[in-house]
Every structure is written in structure tokens, then in C-alpha cells.
Nanobody, 127 residues
Framework: QVQLVESGGGLVQAGGSLRLSCAAS????????MGWFRQAPGKEREFVAA????????YYADSVKGRFTISRDNAKNTLYLQMNSLNPEDAAVYFC????????????????????WGQGTQVTVSS
């Protein structure tokens, strides 16, 4: 079965950086869109970034554009999220997710369209 395992979360000072990883297994992901979402206490889960596994097209939430970079290593079957210039508003549990490539016009930001989810990794940003 599909497994997504996140790692790399932790505590960082405001202005610092972290790189999250998501090890994917259980199938080939060539026809998949891989995403990162986050959820802060008392808030809804929100889209952060996504990438098409083959081809590498990327999508970002406005709140992270220019600061976060999503990437993948096909050989390692691993998804990454490089997060720079972190601020306290970025603190949340970050989840890796996967779905088949959406049809034209379908939003990549909708969490309930993603079929597979990791368990999440906590990111804490101190001010």
C-alpha cells in the first residue's frame, strides 16, 4: 500500500530555514501530483505547495511564494519542501499528500482530492 513518511520538522528561529522530506513508497508516482499541506492549531488544513512527479510543474500558495521550494528526487522516491525565511505564522503540522494528476480546471489546492496522506511533521517557529 502507499506510504508517505514525513521527516525534517523541528524548532527554528524566525528567519531560519528547514527542509522537510517525504519518503514515498508502495507504487509508482509517475502519474501523480504530490503536495504539502499544513495545519495550525484551531485552523483548517491549508495548501502549501504541489509538484507533478513527472515533469516537475510546481504550484505554491501565495503565502509561501518566494520563500518555499518544492522538489522531488525521482531516484529516491522522495519529496522535499525547502522552507526559508520562516516566520511564526508558518508554524504548523506539515503533511505530505498524493493524488492522481488532476484534470484541466481541477484545483490542486483542494485537500479532499488527495487520496494518500502522511502522518505529519511538526514545525515550530520561535519569534
Amino acid at each position: 500500500q502507499v506510504q508517505l513518511v514525513e521527516s525534517g520538522g523541528g524548532l527554528v528561529q524566525a528567519g531560519g530555514s528547514l527542509r522537510l522530506s517525504c519518503a514515498a513508497s508502495g507504487r509508482t508516482f509517475s502519474n501523480y501530483l504530490m503536495g504539502w499541506f499544513r495545519q495550525a492549531p484551531g485552523k483548517e488544513r491549508e495548501f502549501v505547495a504541489a509538484i507533478i512527479w513527472i515533469g516537475g510543474s510546481t504550484y505554491y500558495a501565495d503565502s509561501v511564494k518566494g520563500r518555499f521550494t518544492i522538489s522531488r528526487d525521482n531516484a529516491k522516491n522522495t519529496l522535499y519542501l525547502q522552507m526559508n525565511s520562516l516566520n511564526p505564522e508558518d508554524a504548523a503540522v506539515y503533511f505530505c499528500a498524493a493524488r492522481t494528476i488532476p484534470s484541466p480546471g481541477s484545483k490542486v489546492t483542494t485537500s479532499n482530492e488527495y487520496a494518500y496522506w502522511g502522518q505529519g511533521t511538526q514545525v515550530t517557529v520561535s519569534s
